[in-house]
Nanobody, 119 residues
Framework: HVQLVESGGGEVQVGGSLRLSCAATGSTGRTYCMAWFRQVPGSEREAIAVIDSSGVSSYRGSVKGRFTISKEDAKNPLYLQMNRLRPDDTAMYYC??????????????WGQGTQVTVS
């Protein structure tokens, strides 16, 4: 079992930057596909950045070129560097881990979320 804890959210001005962190505890000896999702009230949770167990990353179009997902190894946190933030980036951001090689729509583990507000 894995526990995920996000941090780094907050309020930022348009055009600013934030870095989210996701610390994992528990069964971190194996590799997972990891991702950042976000959700706004009334909408579905959507994956915005994924990094698979090989270190290959992919992004939703709306954040590509502005956000960077990174993870050094299984023991270090997952990060999401967010630059040139826009009001439509305002959402609750969630870290997720999946035991599958690729991220699924319903990952095995979720963090509790961290709020990002851009105004």
């Amino acid at each position: 079992h894995v526990q995920l804890v996000e941090s780094g959210g907050g309020e930022v001005q348009v055009g600013g930057s934030l870095r989210l962190s996701c610390a994992a505890t528990g069964s971190t000896g194996r590799t997972y596909c990891m991702a950042w999702f976000r959700q706004v009230p009334g909408s579905e949770r959507e994956a915005i950045a994924v990094i698979d167990s090989s270190g290959v990353s992919s992004y939703r179009g709306s954040v590509k070129g502005r956000f960077t997902i990174s993870k050094e190894d299984a023991k270090n946190p997952l990060y999401l560097q967010m630059n040139r933030l826009r009001p439509d980036d305002t959402a609750m951001y969630y870290c997720a881990a999946d035991k599958n090689p690729r991220m699924t729509a319903i990952p095995d583990y979720w963090g509790q979320g961290t709020q990002v507000t851009v105004s």
